[in-house]
DNA sequence: TTCGATTTGTTCGTATGTATT
DNA sequence: TAATACATACGAACAAATCGA
């Protein structure tokens, strides 16, 4: 057994992996902000004091994870969600005949509440804690297809009210992230058919018994910190939803 | 102009496409088994008179499109329809519970038919060409859960028949694999909210009314051919499709 | 428009570590 | 133990894109 030492609690990750992680650190910490240029490889490899190629398999990853850009001659950014790449990454409702745009977001009802204990579990925050509560309706080609309910810490969004909310221009998570400084870097959905509640029925323009795509989203931001909890109904009348697994352009 | 020749036709790739784009065409041509190590870094290097750094890069590409799999000190294989790993990666219900097993399949019909003009684009298959029809009820801790149509160009699978595919051992991907050298690497879903048809209902033992979930999938070898058509309908009574965009346990 | 500085992209080479057989 | 194969890390040189003087 030549490394005993080796044997400790503490795990050794390669030098690219801890760079990784203190440029997560960073990032998570807002010392970047985002849309901004991060330092350059050159520059990076200075401060932490490894070689430049150390310093590129680190960021190689973050890119990989659309966390940063890289653009040849420009430098290193922090991702946006104002980029056209990213906003279909997140959003998966595309028409039945192949058509893909971007919704009109309308607001429907902004309140503050106390969380239930639904939230304990997925946003990992206590029952009673307090919580946005919003609802919207999303439209495409003019027509209604999806209702979405949001729930959002208080916490982490600090003077959101409902001006600033239906006022924003752009997506929510550009709001997030331009506003709040909060990045939504992962979401995980599941999805069941069922018929929704009448007054969702309603808004969607649907029989009350007909079917329906229900989507439970949770949004996390780095470190897998849970931000978000979404449930969508969609109508699949003329839209529906797109998993493409390795949809990645950029490769 | 500094650089008017680079103005032809041609689009110049960077060595390491261009060594990887060879891998893929001998990955394509069967010329190393699913599962079989490919030749080593250095070999590569060799044949391809690159440096090892470029091989490398090349095959980095394709590990994280699933194609390839490294394990240092073994070699670099061809990526198998029969681990655990991989299986998750084409199979999405899971529990509402978060309980995840794999599917017991049982075969409804098999049989080999003429295809009509469905199929011509998502197959990219002609009206008329032969094509085998499968049906499947799939179970999941012994209830039936979903219900699936494969439709797969009988040119490719050249002696298949409803011996073979019903006494297969594990996946259908992996008879593909192991059997006609054919590889998914790929799949594109779309989903929607819909009442099955009432045979389906009976089979998933839903109401004739009852909301399910139907997924339509192409399935895709390399440089983006589509081997297989498939619908499927779940019932989401218990179970939920789960799309987990970047779970990329081995990062 | 041109030029030079800056930044990322590609390619090469070398050395050493770690896992497998 | 030795040989092999992938993993990590360093360094260097040049190409290509960008931007501002």
């Given at each position: 057994m030549a490394n005993t030492l080796a044997a400790g609690s503490l795990t050794f990750n390669p030098l690219y992996k801890e760079v990784k992680i203190r440029i997560?650190?960073?990032?998570a910490a807002g010392k970047w902000k985002s849309g901004?240029?991060?330092?350059?490889?050159?520059?990076?490899?200075?401060?932490?004091?490894?070689?430049?190629?150390?310093?590129?398999?680190?960021?190689?990853e973050l890119v990989a994870e659309r966390i940063l850009l890289r653009q040849q001659g420009r430098g290193t950014f922090v991702a946006t969600h104002t980029e056209d790449r990213t906003l279909f990454y997140f959003f998966h409702i595309v028409g039945k005949d192949g058509?893909?745009?971007?919704?009109?977001?309308?607001?429907?009802?902004?309140?503050?509440?106390?969380?239930?204990?639904?939230?304990?579990?997925?946003?990992?925050?206590?029952?009673?804690?307090?919580?946005f509560h919003i609802q919207?309706?999303?439209?495409?080609?003019?027509?209604?297809?999806?209702?979405?309910?949001?729930?959002?810490?208080?916490?982490?969004?600090?003077?959101?009210?409902?001006?600033?909310?239906?006022?924003?221009?752009?997506?929510?998570?550009?709001?997030?992230?331009?506003?709040?400084?909060?990045?939504?870097?992962?979401i995980i959905e599941r999805l069941s058919a069922a018929s929704p509640p009448p007054p969702v029925a309603a808004l969607l323009g649907l029989r009350v018994t007909a079917p329906a795509l229900m989507?439970?989203?949770?949004?996390?931001?780095?470190?897998?910190?849970?931000?978000?909890?979404?449930?969508?109904?969609?109508?699949?009348?003329?839209?529906?939803?797109?998993?493409d697994l390795w949809k990645n352009e950029a490769r």
């Open positions: 997560t650190r960073s990032l901004e240029a991060i330092p350059s490889e050159s520059r990076l490899a200075e401060q932490f004091n490894v070689s430049i190629g150390t310093i590129r398999k680190a960021i190689d058509s893909r745009e971007l919704p009109v977001s309308e607001m429907l009802s902004f309140d503050k509440r106390k969380a239930d204990s639904r939230y304990e579990a997925s946003l990992s925050i206590a029952r009673g804690t307090k919580i919207n309706l999303l439209k495409l080609a003019g027509a209604p297809v999806l209702f979405d309910e949001i729930t959002v810490p208080a916490a982490l969004f600090p003077d959101l009210d409902e001006e600033i909310f239906a006022q924003r221009d752009g997506t929510i998570y550009g709001l997030y992230q331009a506003r709040y400084g909060i990045n939504v870097i992962r989507i439970r989203r949770v949004a996390y931001t780095y470190n897998d910190t849970p931000v978000e909890h979404r449930v969508s109904w969609v109508s699949t009348e003329h839209h529906e939803y797109l998993s």
